[in-house]
């Protein structure tokens, strides 16, 4: 599979774009050869497609130019892929409340494009997240045991489960990042206590094993990534909230140090730090960091839903 095949999954499958829909490719100069192979596959299929090359961004989460970001609600679909993230910015959000569908793909890289989670089956991704997320919705408590180490328990009361991250995006108003396959919550503020050892992949990094002590929903003390500390402290107390958990979903993913594809294997769980006001919770940091676990055991309301990272739901 090669760069081309990638982009048509994401034009043909994941977005369903039909002839005369008014699509806009996104991009800036680190990502612009996935963008063309992305632009060719929406005119492909007879869209009236655009790609607009913007400057690359310092931060996840600054606003694209005010030009773009008022056209962006005029499309019917939108396809970022840029290397920092668009996902959590006003812009997208009022593209979204407009109607246009929209796909992030932030980091993807060509590689990225010709294998692992972009190769998956994005509808049965869908379906399988869509039946997980029917058997927790109404979960009260979460824990998380690993080999490693991990020990961590959390309420996640009243939290909705976000499902929008399955790859398949056919509905006005449908966002999704891809490669897709993920299946997440915000755990309440304050509750989650206990150890995670991330033997995974930490910011966009393959790691050895890093220590995060947590207490009253706050990391307190990390041991083993001062990459991740300085992120961290920059945040302050906001940056240290345990976020979200997320579950990957996507059984073609692999850990490969970028957030993106490592959060969506399949067997794995993904613990963030920072800001969760974008999915349910009150917190809000400049910051959203995420750390990926492998080979889980996670048990919902005393139920094993996943042992030893093979789910049981």
């Known amino acids: 599979m090669g760069t081309v095949d990638g982009a048509k999954i994401a034009i043909e499958t994941c977005l369903n774009v039909k002839k005369r829909e008014d699509v806009l490719i996104l991009t800036d100069h680190s990502k612009e050869s996935v963008a ?27 606003e694209p130019p005010i030009p773009v970001a008022r056209l962006m609600k005029d499309m019917d679909v939108i396809v970022i892929t840029t ?33 692992g989670g972009m190769t998956a089956d994005f509808k049965e991704i869908r ?16 824990k998380v045991v690993t080999q490693a180490g991990t020990e961590l328990d959390m309420s996640v009361k009243g939290r909705g489960w976000i499902t929008e991250d399955s790859g398949v995006c056919h509905r006005r ?34 790691l050895n094993p890093v ?32 976020a979200k958990f997320g579950m990957g979903m996507n059984p073609n993913a692999k850990i490969i140090g970028r957030v993106l594809e490592d959060t969506k294997v399949l067997g794995t769980i993904n613990i963030g730090f920072g800001d969760n006001s974008q999915f349910g919770g009150s917190v809000k940091s400049p910051v959203h960091l995420v750390a990926v676990l492998k080979n889980p055991t996670v048990t919902v309301d005393n139920v094993v839903m996943m042992k030893e990272g093979e789910l049981r739901l």
């Open 173 to 206: 108003g449908e966002f999704t990042n891809l490669p897709a396959g993920e299946l997440f919550v915000s755990p309440v503020e304050g509750t989650t206590e206990g150890t995670i050892m991330v033997d995974g992949s930490f910011i966009d990094t393959v």
């Open 36 to 62: 063309q192979a992305l632009f060719q596959a929406s005119l492909d299929v007879g869209a009236t497609t655009m790609l607009i090359k913007i400057p690359d961004m310092t931060s996840d989460g600054e």
């Open 127 to 142: 379906r399988s997240i869509l039946r997980v997320a029917r058997k927790v919705r109404r979960s009260k408590n979460l």
């Open 211 to 242: 220590k995060v002590s947590v207490k009253d929903g706050l990391a307190t003390r990390i041991t083993g990534a001062q990459e991740v500390v300085k992120e961290l402290n920059k945040a302050g107390r906001e940056g240290r909230n345990i």
């Open 83 to 115: 290397e920092k993230t668009l996902s959590h910015t006003m812009a997208r959000r009022r593209a979204t409340r407009a109607g246009v569908r929209i796909a992030s793909l932030p980091g993807i890289t060509e590689e990225m494009m010709k294998e």
